[in-house]
């Protein structure tokens, strides 16, 4: 795992409560005073972002983010800024209510927000409307502030999480802040970096509020950042080494028609370092697989003998890449199953163990892609995306091996309720082989002696990584094999 630390550790909304609270009570902070560092804190990022501006629209709610939002707007106007205020309701709750009374105790005005609310201009925005509490979708003028503040044309901060967005999943039931910067105080909410998450949230800031790590002890965290430097899981390599230190992949899958997969795969093992890497296809693919390059190994998988001839030389498989779910597929997906081999399982070897679910060797990573996850848990996708964090872990927990949850912050869970979030990657790998490429990666690592759990999470980051590398400022048009560069510079360590 990467080195703990409070600016990697993605809690839970009820844990951050926990600390919250465990800081007023043990830490001797009261809520107001950790309202006014949130307040300060924000400020002084808005300034930071925002240098030039000198005129702010605050949105307030009625809940403890119009808190942070009403002490914000006290800080402005005491730095001569032009504020205006926009509330939602009439009165505010909790420790908002003491905010809310000094700003008009000092003179502020307030704007209470109706269906015909415009947003006043100004250089940036606030968005105090909502934070962890929001309770349901907003509706109604909460609604209406939302696509207001969307339609603002000014910068957009918002404070903690963009109102509209569950803290927890990363989902937006409803309307949601676009935000251009978010500061989040206390821990980072998980789901800022996953789902709708990673559209909503903008630059992302985090300011601990000044808690000190003891208060927070024993609380969380729910997941782990993956960082760059995982990376220094891979040991370095001496240089008295051959081949055959660095395993024997054997990638298998490729029905007629799908040649593609499984030489992508192959090469991704190969550039992460693998020693060897083969491939079992169709007799009729083996030109188009090693045609243009010449390292692979390839072979007919066309019976039991040559298919046992294979995984008798092999430490490693990937199966499932092009794979296919009819009689040929199957034949090869039992029998690579049962040899017990380290074993990633991708795409159609995914789908085969949805309609039988056979025992997995002792070391696996699934790779699913939420369609995939869908299927091995028997619901829809919308029901994964609904709660990522949870699909990942029973999925790692019913099939008792690591899964590689896909898609914008790709997770890694393990079976004893591990969980890992990888915040790299990009929209420019929405395209087809991107997974096979991330199978063969995998793949490569295992080859290489790291267990399924480091092989995982450093997979996914390396993949990542190379996908950002690759993409630069052109995301659009991207194709997988123009990770391969990318995935050598990469697991290499070499800076971007
Ligand atoms: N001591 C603390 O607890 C601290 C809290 N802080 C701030 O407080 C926030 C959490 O405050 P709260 O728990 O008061 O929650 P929020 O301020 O996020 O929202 C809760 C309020 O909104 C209402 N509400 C929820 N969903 C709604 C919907 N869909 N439509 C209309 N109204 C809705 C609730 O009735 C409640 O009044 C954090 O995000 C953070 O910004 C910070 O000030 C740091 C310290
Ligand atoms: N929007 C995105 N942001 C980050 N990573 C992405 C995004 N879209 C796809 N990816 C990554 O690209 C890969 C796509 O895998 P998959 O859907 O299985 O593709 P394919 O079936 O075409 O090989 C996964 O690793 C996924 O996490
Ligand atoms: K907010």
Redesign the pocket.
């Known amino acids: 795992m990467p080195t703990s630390s409070r600016s990697t550790n993605l809690y839970t909304v009820e844990q951050v409560r926990r600390i919250d609270q465990a800081a007023i009570r043990e830490g001797g902070l009261p809520g107001t005073e950790l309202m006014q560092r949130a307040a300060t804190a924000a400020f002084a990022a808005l300034r930071r972002i925002w240098p030039q501006a000198r005129t702010l629209t605050v949105i307030a709610g009625s809940g403890n983010n119009g808190g942070d939002a009403f002490l914000l707007a006290r800080l402005a106007r005491e730095a001569q800024w032009q504020v205006q205020l926009v509330a939602l309701g009439e009165r505010s709750g909790g420790d908002a209510a003491a905010a809310r009374d000094a700003w008009i105790r000092e003179g502020g005005r307030i704007t209470v927000a109706d269906m015909q609310t415009r947003l006043p201009d100004a250089d940036v925005l606030v968005d105090g409307l909502f934070g962890t509490g929001i309770a349901r979708a907003p509706e109604g003028v909460a609604a209406h502030l939302i696509e207001a503040m969307n339609a603002f044309r000014g910068g957009r901060l918002a404070l903690d999480v963009p109102s509209g967005l569950d803290a927890d999943n990363g989902t937006a039931p409803g309307p949601v802040l676009r935000a251009d910067a978010t500061v989040s105080f206390v821990g980072w909410k998980r789901g800022l970096f996953t789902a709708d998450g990673v559209d909503c949230c903008g630059q992302l800031e985090l300011d601990l509020l000044g808690i000190p790590d003891p208060v927070c002890a024993g609380i969380g965290p729910d997941c782990e950042l993956l960082e760059a430097g995982f990376a220094n899981v891979l040991p370095p390599r001496i240089r008295n080494v051959n081949k055959g230190r660095f395993g024997h992949v054997l990638i298998i899958g490729g029905d007629i028609g799908m040649p593609g997969?499984v030489r992508l795969a192959g090469e991704a093992a190969l550039r992460v370092g693998a020693g060897l890497v083969s491939i079992a296809t169709r007799a009729q693919h083996i030109g188009a697989v090693v045609g243009d390059r010449p390292e692979l190994m390839a072979m007919a998988a066309d019976g039991p003998q040559s298919t046992e001839a294979m995984l008798a030389r092999a430490s490693v498989l990937a199966v499932g890449p092009g794979l296919g779910q009819g009689a040929w597929g199957h034949a090869l997906w039992d029998k690579a199953l049962r040899a017990g081999l380290p074993l990633v399982l991708?795409?159609d070897g995914l789908n085969l163990l949805a309609r039988q679910p056979l025992p997995l060797p002792a070391t696996t990573v699934l790779?699913p892609?939420p369609g995939e996850a869908a299927r091995l848990l028997g619901c829809d996708t919308a029901a994964i995306q609904a709660d990522r964090f949870a699909a990942a872990r029973a999925l790692a927990s019913r099939y008792a091996c690591v899964v590689v949850l896909?898609?914008?912050g790709?997770l890694v869970a393990a079976a004893d309720g591990r969980i890992a979030l990888c915040p790299f990657?990009?929209?420019g790998?929405?395209?087809?082989?991107?997974?096979?490429v991330?199978t063969g990666v995998v793949a490569g690592l295992l080859a290489q002696g790291l267990g399924a759990w480091d092989a995982a999470c450093l997979g996914?980051l390396v993949?990542?990584r190379a996908?950002d590398r690759a993409a630069g400022p052109r995301p659009r048009g991207m194709i997988?094999s123009d990770l391969f560069e990318a995935l050598r510079d990469v697991v290499n360590g070499s800076p971007s």
């Open positions: 997969s991708d795409a790779t892609h896909k898609g914008a790709s990657g990009n929209p790998m929405a395209s087809a082989g991107m997974g096979d991330l996914t993949h990542a996908g997988a």
